[in-house]
């Protein structure tokens, strides 16, 4: 079995103490700790031993990726803005996920001045592939005009 080691600031915050608090433990010889070059090391034992309870375990690190990114629209009017913001959200709501690789957040900012709507995405890389191709979609659809009969 791997030996678990946590630094002064690991343990500072899981014993919601400040890391000069900790130094100050293991300089006195209460927390018992190894040096490492320039700085500590704490075992799992020792630390259960200085608390008196179980420690959890040390916290890994998981490899996060998402993507932000700015769609622009150019010669969209007010109305085909608002029919492509509603669907995109209405989209990005129903995918909304617990902050995972799935979350996915959107806002539209349209300048009519310049006739230009902006689409900021922000999400994991796998929802927003799946917004830009939605936005794809809804962009190659010929904008609704007048119907003749």
Known sequence: MRQAYYSVDQVAELLGLHVRTVRGYVR?????ATRVGRQYR???????AFTGVPA????RRTRHSEVSGIVQVDAISPEETTRLSNTIVAVAQSR????????????TVYDEERAALKIVVLGGLAVVADLLKVI???????PEGPRSR
């Open 28 to 32: 006195d010889g209460r927390l018992k």
């Open 42 to 48: 704490i075992t799992r034992e020792d630390l259960e």
């Open 56 to 59: 959890p375990p040390a916290a």
């Open 96 to 107: 909304r996920g617990d902050g995972g690789a799935d979350h996915l957040r959107v806002e």
């Open 136 to 142: 794809d979609a809804l962009l190659s659809e010929p």
